[in-house]
């Protein structure tokens, strides 16, 4: 099995999506450079057909996303939160938890201890970390593949794997949900998703918090050898100085240490733990993993 890769994009992309390069350890991908780039997602290439036909290789990757969605929900974690301010002097927010699945089904982050924090330009706590864990993950199973579009882009050749290129569109805007717009690469032998770049859109302005973050770089890597899980977020973006400057602001979310559920829920009856709060509704389980660049 192949289990990681960096990217570099092909030349038809590379007016269209900015991609750092970036190294990854044994468990996954590892903090980014320190160059700051916000990246935009790509306008429409033109590329000839892929060797399999789109339609296909989309119900492939949306039955392993079905697969990897019920695996996903199955597994606590820990994850970390980091958020920096980039510019002189810069500061740092950190915070580490544990992702875990009650008995009613609802996903909670248990935080042990403060955050620690010496950002000099914004403040945050407990709850802003709790909002972060709760973005939703990008899952395209079958059931959620009716709401969107997509757009064959192109190959691209990450390390060892090669991958398939969409854009991804939602077919219509809600106001009670968010969907996906942006681009998915799927590798071309088990047509599993290995990474997702793009932003939540709906009728409603904004990404749902009170955060700057707009564009979540997504990569995925394969736990167990079998399922490609989400377990690094990047996003890149500014939020402004005290003399109307741009500072550059970097959020990064890095989930580790997945193991069954059950082991840690098992005779852990009765209400979550006063310092728990709803992370998410359950993300998508697959096959593989990615690194990021």
Do not use: C
């Not at 916000?38 to 789109?54: N, T």
């Not at 996903?72 to 970390?80: A, E, H, I, K, L």
């Not at 395209?140 to 991958?163: H, P, R, V």
């Amino acid at each position: 099995m192949k289990t990681r890769f960096s990217f570099t994009m092909p030349t038809a992309l590379l007016l269209l999506l900015a991609i750092n390069a970036r190294a990854q350890d044994s468990t996954g991908p590892m903090a980014p450079p320190p160059k700051f780039e916000v990246k935009r997602i790509p306008s429409e290439p033109h590329p000839g057909p892929p060797p399999v036909p789109a339609e296909v290789i989309i119900q492939k990757f949306a039955a392993n996303e079905d697969v990897m969605k019920q695996k996903y929900d199955t597994f606590d974690f820990t994850q970390t939160i980091r958020i920096e301010e980039l510019a002189d002097p810069g500061g740092l927010f950190s915070v580490t938890g544990e992702v875990y699945t009650r008995p009613d089904g609802q996903r909670y982050l248990r935080v042990d201890g403060k955050p620690e924090s010496n950002l000099k330009l914004e403040l945050y706590n407990l709850e802003d970390v709790r909002t972060i864990a709760s973005l939703p993950q990008f899952v395209f199973t079958s059931q959620e593949i009716q709401n969107y579009n997509f757009k064959y882009a192109g190959q691209e050749k990450l390390d060892q794997l090669n991958t398939y290129i969409f854009q991804v569109k939602p077919k219509l805007l809600s106001r009670r949900r968010r969907f996906f717009e942006g681009v998915i690469w799927v590798d071309d032998q088990d047509f599993a998703i290995v990474k997702t770049y793009g932003k939540f859109v709906s009728e409603l302005s904004g990404n749902g918090t009170a955060l700057p973050f707009t564009l979540f770089e997504t990569y995925r890597e394969n736990v167990q050898e079998k399922y490609w899980l989400p377990t690094y977020t990047r996003s890149d973006d500014f939020i402004k100085g005290p003399n109307d400057e741009e500072i550059p602001v970097r959020l990064v979310i890095r989930s580790t240490e997945f193991k069954p559920h059950e082991q840690q829920a098992q005779g852990s009856g009765g209400p979550p733990p006063p310092s728990a709060s709803p992370a998410s509704s359950p993300p998508p389980a697959q096959p593989k993993s990615p690194s990021p660049h």
